[in-house]
T-cell receptor, first 114, second 112 residues
Framework: NAGVTQTPKFQVLKTGQSMTLQCAQDMNHNSMYWYRQDPGMGLRLIYY???????DKGEVPNGYNVSRLNKREFSLRLESAAPSQTSVYFC?????????????FGSGTRLTVV | SQQGEEDPQALSIQEGENATMNCSYK?????LQWYRQNSGRGLVHLILIRSNEREKHSGRLRVTLDTSKKSSSLLITASRAADTASYFCATGERDSNYQLIWGAGTKLIIKP
C-alpha cells in the first residue's frame, strides 16, 4: 500500500536552476494537489488537478507549473528556482475533492534553493 | 490566506494527561478537518466534522465544532508519547470542493 509517493525526498538547487518534483498515487483518486509548507505558516495550495486533464491555480502559483500526466501522476516544475521557493513541498490526493472529504498526503520533498 | 488559527501554538503535557487544542476560523464552512504531522513526515488526516455536526469521536480523539463562535476543539485523551506531533486544523470553504484553508498548527509534546 504505497499511497502517495513523492520523489525526491531532498533536493538542493542553485538559484536559476530548474527541476521537477514527481508525485504518484495508487489509490485511484481523481484529484491531486501540490502544497508548500513554510515554518510558522499553514499549508498553502500551489496548484491542483480536479481530474485527469485539468489543472487549476491555487493560492501561490507564481513560479511553478504543473502537469497531470495521467490519473496517477501529477508533477510540479520549478523553471527558474529562487531562494523564496525554499520550502517543504507536499503532494496530496483525494477521491473527489479534498475540501469535501480530506486528503491523503505524501511524505514531502524538502527543497533548498541557494 | 490563513483561515484557521490554532491555540495554543505549543503544548507540553505529561503522558496520560488529556490534551486540548483549539482552532478558530473566519468564514462560513462546509466542514473542518484535523490533521497530524509527525516531525519530518507528511500530514495524516485524523477526523472531519461537518458544519451541521457538533461533536465527533474517533478512538481517543474528540472533536467539537461551534459554528456560532467559529471555533473547534480537538481533545486527545490519555495521551501517549506517540501523540507527540504538530496538529493542524483546516476548513473546507463553501465555494470550493478542492481547497482547504489551513492554520499554522499546534505543536504537542508528550513527556514520558
Amino acid at each position: 500500500n504505497a499511497g502517495v509517493t513523492q520523489t525526491p525526498k531532498f533536493q538542493v538547487l542553485k538559484t536559476g536552476q530548474s527541476m521537477t518534483l514527481q508525485c504518484a498515487q495508487d489509490m485511484n483518486h481523481n484529484s491531486m494537489y501540490w502544497y508548500r509548507q513554510d515554518p510558522g505558516m499553514g499549508l498553502r495550495l500551489i496548484y491542483y488537478s480536479a481530474s485527469e486533464g485539468t489543472t487549476d491555480k491555487g493560492e501561490v502559483p507564481n513560479g511553478y507549473n504543473v502537469s497531470r500526466l495521467n490519473k496517477r501522476e501529477f508533477s510540479l516544475r520549478l523553471e527558474s528556482a529562487a531562494p523564496s521557493q525554499t520550502s517543504v513541498y507536499f503532494c496530496a490526493s483525494s477521491v473527489l475533492g479534498g475540501a469535501i472529504e480530506g486528503y491523503t498526503f505524501g511524505s514531502g520533498t524538502r527543497l533548498t534553493v541557494v | 490566506s490563513q483561515q484557521g488559527e490554532e491555540d495554543p501554538q505549543a503544548l507540553s503535557i505529561q503522558e496520560g494527561e488529556n490534551a486540548t487544542m483549539n482552532c478558530s476560523y473566519k468564514t462560513s464552512i462546509n466542514n473542518l478537518q484535523w490533521y497530524r504531522q509527525n516531525s519530518g513526515r507528511g500530514l495524516v488526516h485524523l477526523i472531519l466534522i461537518r458544519s451541521n455536526e457538533r461533536e465527533k469521536h474517533s478512538g481517543r480523539l474528540r472533536v467539537t465544532l461551534d459554528t456560532s463562535k467559529k471555533s473547534s476543539s480537538l481533545l486527545i485523551t490519555a495521551s501517549r508519547a506517540a501523540d507527540t506531533a504538530s496538529y493542524f486544523c483546516a476548513t473546507g470553504e463553501r465555494d470550493s470542493n478542492y481547497q482547504l484553508i489551513w492554520g499554522a498548527g499546534t505543536k504537542l509534546i508528550i513527556k514520558p
